[in-house]
């Protein structure tokens, strides 16, 4: 929450209790309170990611073809001097995110690559993942990464690593949204 007054925190039995005050438009969350009285297993991979990819892939099947997985043989190593590597954010799709772009009709420039990863794995995973399929797939490629939300995260990761490579110190960029 962004908070324009003043909160304040107080003790009600066991809790505790916050109070605050805010103008509606800066109040972007909200608090939740929830008692667990058992232990919760941690999820260490999404279950839905795979069902909505699929479910993505049948509703915009031009876009899929449009925008090809990074992990598709549809990809010709050595055969693409630049590119766009789209990375949604947490529990969406890249095909969701790029629909209205294909909609329009408004790319006609740098082919675009989607990287679908679970977001449910650690960012790092996501980002070892990514810049092993940078690698195999576009390995001469001057790259521009647009990722959203926690892709942002992830892309930020895996361009680092990028660096560390000879060669790869120019040939990277990222738009965060």
Same mark, same amino acid.
């Given at each position: 929450a962004v908070? #324009?007054?003043?909160?304040?925190?107080?003790? &009600?039995?066991?809790?505790?209790?916050?109070?605050l005050r805010a103008q509606v438009? @800066?109040?972007?969350?909200?608090?939740?309170?929830r008692r667990v009285e058992q232990k919760v297993e941690r999820l260490t991979s999404d279950p839905s990611w795979r069902p909505r990819l699929a479910q993505?892939? &049948? #509703?915009? *099947?031009? /876009?899929?073809a449009q925008f090809p997985a990074l992990n598709t #043989?549809? $990809?010709? *190593? &050595?055969? /693409? *001097?630049?590119?766009?590597? @789209?990375? &949604?954010?947490?529990?969406?799709?890249?095909?969701g995110c790029l629909? *209205? $772009?294909?909609?329009?009709?408004?790319?006609?420039?740098?082919p675009i690559f989607r990287f679908e990863h679970d977001t449910f794995e650690p960012i790092a995973s996501n980002a070892t993942c990514l /810049?092993?399929?940078?690698?195999?797939?576009?390995p001469d490629a001057k790259l521009l990464l647009v990722a959203h939300s926690r892709g942002g995260l992830v892309s930020?990761?895996?361009?680092?690593r990028l660096r560390q490579h000879a060669g790869w110190g120019d040939r990277v960029e990222l738009i965060t949204l």
């Open positions: 908070i #324009d007054g003043w909160t304040r925190m107080r003790r &009600h039995g066991e809790m505790l209790v916050a109070s438009p @800066f109040l972007i969350g909200k608090l939740l309170r993505q892939q &049948h #509703d915009y *099947p031009n /876009v899929a #043989d549809m $990809i010709p *190593p &050595h055969g /693409v *001097p630049s590119a766009i590597i @789209f990375v &949604h954010g947490t529990v969406s799709c890249g095909i629909e *209205p $772009i294909a909609a329009a009709g408004a790319w006609n420039g740098a /810049v092993e399929l940078i690698q195999a797939k576009l930020k990761m895996a361009i680092a």
